[in-house]
């Protein structure tokens, strides 16, 4: 029992997960699942004998089963439910019942298995077994009452306490402003903090950032687009007290302001336009739930209706179609279309993903180790879990009309002679007719599940290709919606051929058919879409599911939040909006500070808790928290407005401090945790994008809508399973939207945004990271979208520049890229590059053509053609793609 020992076992038990273990896992389900009574002794073999002396639970118990049991049955997991390191727990049992029965020793399941009397299944499943005298000592514990002094239960639950007691778990309340040393440093409360801190240090803050820096820091910190020179100049003449204030105001009413901070909110949410997995569907309604998501950022909803209606709206009954809207968040998890799946299967993994993503974006927990046993780091049970997955256990998926202003109009005047064209159409290839005994023989096929039919292929796919498939076909038909119908029908006629033979398929010209149907419905002005959720009519009951598999549970659970955390208080059994309102209920220690914590990332390149993901004891702890819990009150009591929270951040001179790095800090703070001065942060992937869109003109400012597909490498979409996407090009103006737009296909997604550290978004992403590779550069200089960025820009440049000569066209470039004039080494060296690229371009028509093959009245072609040089030059700076 010594080291030795307890490093082997745990290694081998380490090494379970490999596939040559199952019999280990057969043996964990056997010990679950035998109740006492039928777990006699298969081996007549009888047990080693107790030991004759008295038993001491810590000197002769507590160190045999730290070495034997604690891997599997201890603080970080109980399997099956059996922990056996807290005397409460171990004389429970687990999820079957007590394991050890005092005074009956030969009788208690324990001993059964350790001793091997069951030829079966042996504890510990690999690793050494215990000896005679092992069992014996044991065996004598148990005959002697299962002695176990409350003091060694001491450190057990004093490991949980201080769980509970985790800074993160504690009340938020509003700190006392500190005294500062210089007060006139002071523009805000954010100040007094950032100051106190800096003072305690002997640091002193760094001096404010240049004019020109600060609105394009701003511009692109709250909109995600550069200044247009225009702006940049009235904010430098404007010299009046309240000018940056006024600033601030303006981009706040920005509608662009929207789609910038709609992007960090859906990472979070894990939006996608596809479903992920093998088939990687595309969804083609998806893009509502973000229209959803950018109109509330620019109306500032407050963030506690943000919460209930992304939680709960289907359940609200001040609720609209845009509050069901809102519950498409829900509906971001992967989608499994495979064949062959278990659908209870795939639905138990949403579920899943549904209750971390949750936890995770408003608690800022990491929950999904509780999902197979007890959290091992945080005082989250396995109960826990399963009472926060019972919210969403009940949840049913369906697609509802969602309709934009102005679409109902054209809809209703053009409905009829669609549906009359429609009927007509089907009515001629006997649609109507064959349809009905196809379905009969359907159902039919779905009442023997043990017999193979022609027609349970066609049964079992019908739920892949149709949403809730099966349950439209189960319903009568003249209770079924026009779209339900419609669907199945549309289905029938592109699956008939699997039941009739491939000439009479060919007859009936189903093919033909559906392509008719395809264009007809091109025509057709339909509405809008959204993907939402509701409640199903008969909730499911909800289980603890044995070490998290969907097909094994253990006792029944009731929905309800984590026991560590403040209770939630609901009349009945509590639903979904219980859940929304008390994560923004006041009393509520995580949310408000989650929350600011992500905003204030966004604008210093790291959280005051870096961990923004784990709030939990694993996480970083704050380095400011003061001005956490400040900024966490304050949010709460201006009635969680985004907005008001935003102004506070950047109206304060640490937001607006200089970027320099000090030579005096590199060594000391070199993360800039002190906050002496401003964060230079490189731009995340669709502000990339969206900037050389913006400064070479081509950028399309439409707000909202569907996803678009810009141009897409060539090759990349071929790389999809069996060459199943197809990315069809967006025409005219639509493929340059920002960046927010792009259709997001998640297994081949659009690579510049790759290239550039965007989310795969499988699952929630609550901070990006930044990298710094070749490939990045690369882009840049030859992605199609820059390089049509730089002959727009060139053009430009050549039309607006108020100047023919190169200083005033290269300061008018400098003035559109970088919101500043060049330097004198800048113009030198750009200058020597004009020079040498005009000289290299004499007399070369082709090239001419390839690089500008537009041209503009009065200008040379070979001068717009040194000018898409210079503009691919400006785009491939550092400074472009950094926030200074």
């Not at 199945?488 to 008939?496: D, P, Q």
Request: proline letters at 7%.
């Amino acid at each position: 029992m010594g080291d030795d020992r307890e490093g082997t076992m745990q290694e081998a038990l380490l090494s379970s997960r490999r596939p040559f273990c199952l019999p280990v896992l057969f043996g964990f389900i056997c010990f679950a699942i035998l109740p006492l009574s039928a777990q006699s002794p298969q081996d007549p073999s009888p047990l080693p004998p107790p030991a004759a002396a008295t038993v001491d639970y810590q000197a002769d118990i507590e160190p045999l089963l730290r070495v034997r049991c604690y891997l599997c049955h201890g603080e970080g997991q109980q399997i099956n439910g059996l922990r056996l390191d807290r005397k409460t727990d171990a004389l429970r049992g687990g999820y079957s019942g007590p394991v050890m029965l005092p005074g009956k020793s030969g009788e208690s399941r324990l001993i059964q298995l350790v001793a091997g009397a069951d030829s079966k299944v042996v504890m510990p499943p690999v690793g050494e077994r215990l000896t005679a005298g092992e069992v014996g000592l044991l065996r004598a514990w148990i005959d002697q009452g299962i002695a176990w002094p409350d003091a060694a239960d001491t450190a057990a639950a004093e490991t949980e306490a201080s769980k509970s007691r985790h800074w993160s778990f504690q009340p938020v309340a509003r700190p006392r402003l500190p005294r500062v040393g210089n007060p006139q440093w002071v523009r805000n409360p954010i100040d007094r903090f950032v100051l106190a801190n800096l003072d305690a240090e002997g640091v002193k803050p760094s001096p404010a950032t240049g004019k020109a820096t600060l609105v394009r820091r701003l511009s692109l910190d709250l909109t995600g687009l550069p200044p247009a020179p225009e702006e940049v100049e009235r904010f430098l003449l404007d010299n009046r007290p309240d000018a940056y204030e006024k600033l601030v105001d303006r981009l706040l009413d920005s509608r662009h302001y929207g789609e910038k901070w709609a992007k960090h909110w859906l990472d979070q949410a894990r939006y996608a336009d596809s479903d992920g997995y093998e088939k990687d569907l595309s969804r083609p309604h998806a893009w509502r739930f973000r229209h959803w998501v950018i109109n509330a950022l620019n109306h500032d909803m407050p963030f506690d209706r943000f919460t209930l209606e992304q939680i709960a709206g289907d359940l609200l009954e001040d609720g609209s179609v845009e509050s069901r809207v809102a519950t498409g968040f829900h509906r971001n998890t992967l989608k499994n279309r495979e064949g062959g799946i278990n659908l209870e299967q795939t639905r138990f993994e949403e579920t899943i993903d549904r209750t971390n993503t949750v936890a995770t974006v408003w608690l800022g927990l990491s929950v999904e180790c509780a999902q197979c046993h007890d959290h091992k780091y945080d005082p989250i049970s396995q109960r826990d879990y399963y009472r926060l997955y019972a919210f969403f256990n009940s949840v049913d998926e369906v697609d509802i009309d969602a309709p934009l202003a102005g679409e109902w109009g054209p809809y209703f005047r053009k409905r009829p002679g669609y549906l009359a064209e429609r009927s007509k159409m089907l009515a001629e290839h006997d649609v109507p007719e064959l349809q009905k005994p196809w379905e009969a023989k359907l159902l039919e096929a779905a009442k023997q599940p043990g017999v193979w039919t022609d027609w349970d292929l066609s049964y079992d796919i019908l739920p892949l290709v149709l949403d809730h498939g099966h349950r439209i076909l189960h319903k009568p038909p003249q209770e079924r919606t026009g779209r339900e119908q419609y669907g199945l029908t549309r289905f029938f006629i592109r699956n008939y051929h699997r039941v009739i033979p491939e000439d009479r398929y060919e007859e009936l010209g189903f093919k033909e058919l559906d392509g008719k149907l395809d264009e007809l419905d091109k025509e057709f002005p339909d509405v809008s879409r959204a993907m939402t959720v509701r409640r199903r009519e008969q909730p499911r009951p909800t289980h603890v599911h044995l070490r998290g598999q969907w097909d094994r549970t253990g006792s029944r659970v009731a929905p309800d939040t984590p026991g560590f955390l403040p209770p939630l208080r609901a009349e009945a059994q509590a639903t979904r909006v219980d859940l929304a309102r008390w994560l923004v209920s006041r009393g509520n220690p995580l949310t408000a500070r989650v929350t600011v914590n992500r905003i204030w990332q966004e604008y210093f390149g790291r959280g005051l808790v870096l961990t923004s993901e784990d709030f939990g004891t694993r996480g970083e702890r704050p380095a400011h928290p003061q001005l956490l819990d400040w900024l966490a009150v304050e949010f709460m009591e201006q009635g969680w407005s985004l907005k008001k929270l935003h102004k506070r951040i950047v109206t304060s001179s640490t937001y607006r401090q200089s970027s320099h790095v000090r030579p005096d800090l590199q060594q000391r703070d070199p993360d800039n945790e002190l906050l002496a001065r401003q964060t230079r942060v490189r731009l995340p992937a669709e502000l990339i994008r969206d900037s050389a869109l913006a400064v070479s003109g081509l950028l399309y400012p439409k707000i909202g809508g569907r996803s678009v597909r810009p141009p897409m490498p060539q090759g990349v979409a071929d790389l999809s399973y069996a060459n199943s996407v197809k990315w069809n090009e967006s025409e005219g103006r639509g493929k340059y939207r920002r960046g927010l737009y792009v259709h997001f296909q998640r297994t081949v997604p659009y690579p510049f945004l790759m290239n550039f550290d965007a989310p795969e978004t499988r699952v929630t992403q609550c901070r990006r990271e930044r990298s710094n590779t070749p490939l990045q550069a690369l882009n840049l200089l030859n992605d199609p979208v820059f390089f049509e960025a730089a002959r727009a820009l060139a053009a430009r440049i050549l039309i607006e520049s108020s100047g023919s000569s190169f200083d005033d066209r290269l300061e008018y470039a400098y003035r559109l890229c970088l919101s500043r004039l060049p330097g004198s080494t800048e113009r030198q060296g750009l200058r020597a590059y004009y020079d040498q690229r005009k000289a290299e371009l004499a007399g070369n028509q082709d090239r001419l053509a390839s690089l500008f093959p537009v041209g503009i009245d009065g200008v040379d072609k070979r001068e717009a053609a040194v000018w898409v040089g210079l503009s691919r030059v400006l785009l491939n700076t550092d400074e472009f793609i950094t926030r200074e």
